[in-house]
C-alpha cells in the first residue's frame, strides 16, 4: 500500500521537467517539427506501400469534414458577397462583385477555411489518436517489434492530408463563389450572368500549371503546405505525449492552438511570396 | 554482425544499473545474468521497478549509469539500425497487452511479419493462427482489441511476441488477468519453448505456481538491486528476512 501512495506523488513530479524560457521552447518545439517532417519526407518512396493506408485517411478526413466545408464555404462566400457588395453599390460598382468574391474564395478564404475546419476536426482527431497510442504503450509496442512508425503512423496521415486540403479547398471556392451568387441576386440586384461571366473573367488562366488560373493554383499551393503542416503538427504532439489521458488533453491542444497560428502566419508569408517576391 | 564472439556468454548481463526517474531512484546498481536457453523470473513488491528492468533489456529505456548488454552487446551503444536488428531476435509481452487499437487481433499478431518479411499472404495466414491457437484464442482474428478482455488481450500479446520466433523473450506479467488453466497452459508454453527451441526468457511474474513451473533461476528485487538470485526451491526455502516478510511467513 505504501509503494502505491508513493508512486502517486512521484509521478506529476517527474513528468513535469524545470521550465525554459518560452522563447526557446518555441524554438525547440519547432525544431522538432521540421525534423519530423523532413525525417518523414525522406520515406516518401514508402507512399505506395503505405497507399491502402493513405486513401483511408484521406477517405476518412474527407467525410469527416466535407459537410462542414460546404456550409461554412458557403455561408463565407455569402458574407464576402453582401460586405463587399454594400459598399460597391454605394460607388455604382455592384457588377464587379463576382470579381472580388472569386478572388477572395481562390486565394484567401479557400485554403484558409478548409485548413481551419481541418485542423479542428482531423488535426485534433490525429493528436488524440497518436497521443492516446503513445499513453497505452502502443508506440513502444511499434519500437519493440522494429516498425517503422513514420513510415506506418505519420507518412499516411501527412501524404492524405496534404492531397485531401487541396481538394476540400476547391470544393469550398466552388461553394462560396455559388453562395456569393446567391447574395448578389437576391440582395444586391446582380443577375447569375453578369456575377459568373466577371468571376470566371477574374480566375483567368495563366497558360501556368495545367493551365490554372493563378489566383486558384496560389490557393492550392497554399491548401498542400495547410495540410502537411497540420499533420506535422498534430503527429509530432500526438507521439510525444506522455501523462495519461490529462497528457492527451494537452497534446490536442497545443495541436490545434499551434496549427491555427500556423495557418495565419504561413499564410501572409505565402501571400507575400506568391504575389510579391 | 559482432554479435558472434560471445555467442557462449550470458544474452543478457546487467551490471550495477542505475536508473532514476526525477527524484525517484527505480534502479540502484542492479546487476544479474541471464544465461543462453535459461528461464529468470523477477519477483518484487508493486512498483519496484520489475517493469523498468526489462524496458531497459529491450532498449526502451536508457540506464543513467552501468551497463546493460544484449547478445554480448552493450545496448545503448549500438546504432539505430542493430538496435532494429537486435529486437527482431527478441520478443516483448507488455504488462497492458499494447495492442494496436486500430488493428484487429490478427492483424496486430501479423504486423511485425507485414512489416519486416516479404512472406506471402497464405503463409502469414498460417503462421498468425498457428500462433493464436497456441494460446488458445482460434478464432479472434477479425476481433478488435477494444472488443475482447485484458486476459485475451494478454494473450495476443503473447501470440504477437512469438511470431518472429524470437530467441529472447521477455514476458511482463504473461499470467496477470488469466484464469488458471490458461495461465498453466502458457506457464506450459514457456516451458516448450525454452525446452524445445533453447528459447531464452526474462519472467516477470507474481504467481508462485507459474515461477516453480517455468523458472531456472529466481531473482528478487527490491530497493534498486537484485536482493537474492537461486533456483526455486532454494529461493522459496530462502531465510532472507525481506522475503519471509514478502511472502507473509514472518514468525518471530
Ligand atoms: N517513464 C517513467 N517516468 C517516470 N517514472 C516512471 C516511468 N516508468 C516507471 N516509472 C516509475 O518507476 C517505478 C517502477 O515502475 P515499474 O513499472 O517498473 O514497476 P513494477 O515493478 O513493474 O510494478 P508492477 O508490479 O505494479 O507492474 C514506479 O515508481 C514508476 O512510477
Ligand atoms: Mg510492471
Redesign the interface.
Given at each position: 500500500m505504501a509503494e502505491a501512495t508513493e508512486i502517486r506523488a512521484e509521478e506529476p513530479a517527474a513528468t513535469s521537467p524545470p521550465r525554459d524560457p518560452a522563447i526557446l521552447t518555441f524554438l525547440r518545439s519547432e525544431g522538432e517539427r521540421i525534423e519530423l517532417l523532413l525525417r518523414t519526407l525522406r520515406r516518401l518512396g514508402h507512399t505506395p506501400s503505405r497507399s491502402k493506408l493513405i486513401y483511408e485517411q484521406m477517405f476518412l478526413s474527407g467525410i469527416q469534414t466535407l459537410h462542414v466545408v460546404l456550409l461554412v464555404g458557403l455561408f463565407i462566400g455569402m458574407i464576402v458577397s453582401l460586405q463587399t457588395g454594400i459598399e460597391l453599390a454605394k460607388l455604382g460598382q455592384q457588377d464587379q462583385i463576382g470579381t472580388i468574391v472569386a478572388i477572395s474564395m481562390a486565394r484567401e478564404m479557400g485554403p484558409f477555411i478548409t485548413g481551419t475546419i481541418l485542423t479542428a476536426t482531423v488535426g485534433s482527431a490525429i493528436a488524440a489518436e497518436l497521443g492516446t497510442m503513445s499513453v497505452s504503450n502502443e508506440l513502444d509496442a511499434l519500437e519493440v517489434m522494429s516498425v517503422d512508425r513514420l513510415s506506418l503512423l505519420v507518412l499516411p496521415r501527412l501524404v492524405g492530408l496534404a492531397l485531401i486540403a487541396p481538394l476540400l479547398t476547391l470544393v469550398c471556392d466552388t461553394v462560396g463563389i455559388i453562395g456569393g451568387a446567391f447574395v448578389a441576386q437576391a440582395q444586391l440586384n446582380v443577375g447569375y450572368e453578369m456575377y459568373m461571366t466577371s468571376a470566371i473573367d477574374a480566375l483567368r488562366p495563366t497558360g501556368f500549371l495545367f493551365n490554372l488560373p493563378k489566383d486558384l493554383y496560389a490557393g492550392l499551393i497554399k491548401a498542400v503546405v495547410f495540410g502537411g503542416m497540420i499533420a506535422t503538427v498534430a503527429c509530432n504532439e500526438g507521439l510525444k505525449t506522455t501523462g495519461g489521458a490529462l497528457g492527451v488533453g494537452r497534446s490536442t491542444r497545443a495541436a490545434v492552438r499551434d496549427s491555427i497560428i500556423g495557418i495565419i502566419v504561413l499564410n501572409y508569408f505565402m501571400t507575400w511570396f506568391m504575389y510579391q517576391a | 554482425m559482432t554479435t558472434q564472439a560471445t555467442e557462449g556468454g550470458p544474452v543478457i548481463r546487467f551490471n550495477e544499473v542505475c536508473k532514476r526517474?526525477?527524484?525517484?531512484v527505480v534502479l540502484d546498481g542492479f546487476s544479474m545474468e541471464l544465461a543462453r536457453g535459461k528461464t529468470l523470473s523477477i519477483m518484487g513488491?508493486?512498483?519496484?521497478g520489475k517493469s523498468v528492468t526489462l524496458?531497459h533489456a529491450?532498449g526502451?529505456l536508457t540506464a543513467d549509469s552501468g551497463s546493460v548488454e544484449v547478445f554480448g552487446r552493450e545496448i545503448s551503444e549500438v546504432s539505430t539500425p542493430e538496435l532494429?536488428?537486435m529486437?527482431?531476435r527478441?520478443g516483448?509481452v507488455?504488462q497492458?497487452g499494447?495492442?494496436?487499437?486500430?488493428l484487429s487481433v490478427g492483424e496486430n499478431v501479423a504486423?511485425?511479419l507485414r512489416?519486416?518479411t516479404d512472406l506471402e499472404e497464405d503463409e502469414l495466414r498460417a503462421r498468425v493462427e498457428e500462433r493464436l491457437r497456441l494460446v488458445h484464442i482460434p478464432d479472434a482474428w477479425d476481433l478488435m482489441p477494444s472488443e475482447i478482455s485484458g486476459g485475451m488481450k494478454k494473450r495476443v500479446g503473447i501470440a504477437?511476441a512469438l511470431i518472429t520466433d524470437p530467441e529472447l523473450i521477455l514476458y511482463d506479467e504473461p499470467n496477470a488477468g488469466l484464469d488458471p488453466e490458461i495461465a498453466r497452459s502458457i506457464n506450459a508454453l514457456i516451458r516448450e519453448l525454452q525446452e524445445g527451441l533453447g528459447v531464452s526468457s526474462l519472467v516477470v511474474e507474481h504467481r508462485i505456481d507459474c515461477i516453480k513451473t517455468v523458472s531456472d533461476e529466481v531473482l528478487f528485487l527490491d530497493g534498486g538491486k537484485a536482493l537474492v538470485q537461486a533456483k526455486p526451491e532454494e529461493f522459496f526455502h530462502s531465510n532472507h528476512p525481506r522475503l519471509a516478510r514478502f511472502f507473509g511467513k514472518e514468525s518471530a
Open positions: - | 526517474f526525477g527524484e525517484k513488491p508493486s512498483g519496484v524496458k529491450i526502451l532494429a536488428e529486437r527482431k527478441m516483448y507488455f497492458e499494447a495492442l494496436i487499437n486500430w504486423l511485425p512489416e519486416n504477437r
